[in-house]
């Protein structure tokens, strides 16, 4: 309101009362920026809430279902995002933020196609600098699509009432889109390579030289699966009733709210390798013996047959005319 009304000493009443004053027209043109600064405020009244139930499930997230009760009052929400065989992406830096209230999202076919198309071109993609922000009141699917940011920045997925589940895609799928051809101010031609974007899941990387950002899942209610896709990220923090597939989620820096195997699963895994190795060497021992007595048994034949030694001297060279009979 201070750049609209052109008044640097504006206090934060008085342009509450301004504000009031606008009528629907003037919201329309004020739209973009105050979807800006909601989205901030709200998200981050999601992280808040999602990581201290994280770290402490007694903390609960009243704070963030209060946030989202604020911003979208009642149970009359519906819809959802399908993303079947398409893409939401940005190139050149910016967020991806996704509100869906009464519904859920679906980034990606469950199952393989007969259609075609480039890897590149699904799934929800940050290929530069930017953050992906997602509240759904459902299910959060990636199927065999990708969640990723690959400039550097963060990964927040909230589900009020499903699940969060990272999908089946193959960790080999590579995509190496085209690059980039734009012009400057000056005209001049710049060819920008574009991020070689690899594997499926939700996952967050970066470029040389720079740290990955961090990625938040939270499902008060609900599970995150990490499924074969996998997640990734610098810094990983989960809040949900149960954690599928914790083997698949790889952390760079610090892991919250991701279990660990179990003492007792490792005893048990590493009494199993002892019962292993006990196994095959009473089987390396039994064939040990076996080939101890089979030599032992033809040295014994080879005492009681001996050697013998032939030499063939030759035919002779006899006489035959003196043997001739007369006629």
Not at 121 to 141: E, P, Q, R, Y
Not at 271 to 282: D, K, M, P, R
């Amino acid at each position: 309101m201070q750049q609209r009304l052109g008044d640097t000493t504006l206090t934060d009443e008085a342009a509450l009362i301004e504000f009031a004053k606008l009528n629907p027209q003037d919201y329309l043109v004020l739209q973009p920026q105050l979807n800006a600064l909601v989205n901030k405020v709200f998200y981050n009244e999601l992280k808040l809430a999602g990581t201290a139930s994280a770290s402490d499930a007694t903390a609960g997230n009243e704070r963030g279902f209060e946030a989202i009760e604020t911003l979208f009052p009642g149970t009359d929400w519906k819809g959802d995002i399908s993303l079947f065989f398409s893409q939401i992406q940005t190139w050149q830096g910016g967020d991806i933020n996704l509100l869906v209230p009464g519904g859920g999202v679906n980034a990606g076919l469950a199952v393989s196609s007969f259609l075609s198309k480039d890897a590149s071109n699904l799934g929800i993609v940050v290929k530069a600098s930017g953050d992906i922000n997602a509240f759904v009141n459902d299910d959060f699917v990636v199927n065999q699509s990708r969640v990723f940011a690959l400039g550097g920045g963060d990964i927040l997925l909230w589900s009020s009432e499903g699940d969060i589940d990272a999908g089946r895609g193959a960790k080999s799928a590579i995509s190496a889109p085209a690059p980039t051809v734009s012009f400057d101010e000056f005209g001049n031609l710049v060819i920008t390579p574009s991020a070689v974007v690899s594997g499926s899941g939700i996952r967050t990387s970066a470029t040389v030289g720079n740290t990955a950002g961090d990625v938040f899942l939270f499902a008060p209610k609900g599970v995150v699966n990490a499924g074969e896709a996998g997640i990734g990220g610098n810094n990983v923090t989960i809040s949900a009733v149960s954690v599928l597939g914790a083997n698949n989620i790889q952390v760079g820096g610090v892991s919250t709210g991701v279990p660990a195997a179990s003492a007792g699963s490792l005893a048990a895994g590493l009494g199993n390798v002892s019962n292993l190795n006990a196994s095959v060497n009473q089987v390396a021992q039994a064939s040990a013996d076996m080939s101890k007595d089979t030599q032992d048994d033809n040295a014994d034949k080879s005492a009681k047959l001996g050697v013998i030694s032939v030499d063939y001297l030759g035919s002779g060279d006899a006489d035959t005319k003196k043997n001739k009979p007369k006629s």
